[in-house]
Nanobody, 121 residues
Framework: EVQLVESGGGLVQAGGSLRLSCAAS????????IGWFRQGPGKERVGVSC????????YYADSVKGRFTISSDNAKNTVYLQMNSLTPEDTAVYYC??????????????WGQGTQVTVSS
């Protein structure tokens, strides 16, 4: 059974940091890209970052470049998203997903349940 379990969300003040984790199981981790997406209140789900596990390539949305860092521990089948300099605009439910890579939702096959990130001003 494929599982993607996010953790690490919470409430943080503007300017603060959080690290999200995505623990994966049930598929060959190295064969997939892992993406992070977020969905704010009343908004569409959008791509934030992804990592290609086979070669370590990383991609970021313009809105998070320089503030967020994605990394992968292939031995633990876990991907992390380090989020710094958070602003209220980063408030959203964050999802991780496994699939073909990139920052668009259709190429991702498997999704986690999401973790809430709330940034207070």
């Amino acid at each position: 059974e494929v599982q993607l379990v996010e953790s690490g969300g919470g409430l943080v003040q503007a300017g603060g940091s959080l690290r999200l984790s995505c623990a994966a199981s049930g598929f060959t981790f190295d064969d997939y890209a892992i993406g992070w997406f977020r969905q704010g209140p009343g908004k569409e789900r959008v791509g934030v970052s992804c990592i290609i596990n086979s070669d370590g390539s990383t991609y970021y949305a313009d809105s998070v470049k320089g503030r967020f860092t994605i990394s992968s521990d292939n031995a633990k089948n876990t991907v992390y998203l380090q989020m710094n300099s958070l602003t209220p605009e980063d408030t959203a439910v964050y999802y991780c997903a496994a699939g073909g890579g990139g920052l668009t939702t259709p190429v991702y096959e498997y999704w986690g349940q999401g973790t809430q990130v709330t940034v207070s001003s």
